[in-house]
């Protein structure tokens, strides 16, 4: 079996493997005030579902 010649660098290692990227799926952003939320979910920080209020959120007062 061959052996490589040089030892590859970590940079060219990180440079290669720049493609592997965590991606969040299943995530989309609330209408009303713009949070990061999973999808088919009530918004936790507002409260509101498919444009109603649905329960009191985090932020609502």
Known sequence: MATPA???GKTAKR???S???ITVT???TCPNCG???K???VCPHCGY???KQVVKGKDSK
């Open 6 to 8: 040089r030892r590859t």
């Open 15 to 17: 440079l290669r493997r």
């Open 19 to 21: 493609h592997y990227k």
């Open 26 to 28: 299943g995530a989309a």
């Open 35 to 37: 949070e990061l939320i």
């Open 39 to 41: 999808q088919h979910t």
């Open 49 to 51: 579902y498919d444009g």
